[in-house]
């Protein structure tokens, strides 16, 4: 019985190791996103500061907590932001995701390791 139980904790365990790793563990490697968006006028804010610093503000409006941290995770999944993520491609899935006005994109993230990543987009220069 002792070796059954065994055996089916080490497949379990495997399976947990193959997963692939969400989107919570992804932000973890970030020590810092800041993400603006300005569209048909109004500026949204997504912020977000390791471990656990969360802020969204859209116009007048500013959450912050658990509140902010659904709002904070969604943009970056949506724009599938990564170190190596393209610029044109995350204003595409922005345009297509209701933010057909945007007007200027600007994203400053900083990785665990303290290397700044930018992206910035100005619908005047493209």
Avoid at 60 to 69: C, M
Avoid at 87 to 112: A, H, P, S, T, W
Avoid at 120 to 125: A, H, L, M, S
Wanted: proline letters at 2%; aromatic letters at 12%.
């Amino acid at each position: 019985m002792k070796k059954r139980l065994f055996y089916i904790l080490m497949v379990f365990s495997l399976l947990l190791l193959h997963q692939p790793i969400g989107f919570a563990s992804e932000l973890m490697d970030k020590f810092a996103v800041r993400i603006t968006v300005v569209e048909n006028g109004v500026i949204h804010e997504w912020e977000y500061d390791n471990p656990d610093k969360y802020e969204y503000e859209t116009g007048s409006e500013i959450k912050r907590g658990q509140e902010a941290a659904k709002e904070v995770k969604e943009i970056i999944s949506l724009i599938k932001l990564r170190e190596d993520a393209n610029v044109d491609f995350m204003v595409k899935q922005l345009k297509e995701n209701g933010y057909e006005g945007i007007e200027c994109l600007d994203i400053r993230m900083m990785n665990g390791e303290g290397k700044l990543f930018t992206w910035v987009w100005d619908k005047e220069d493209s």
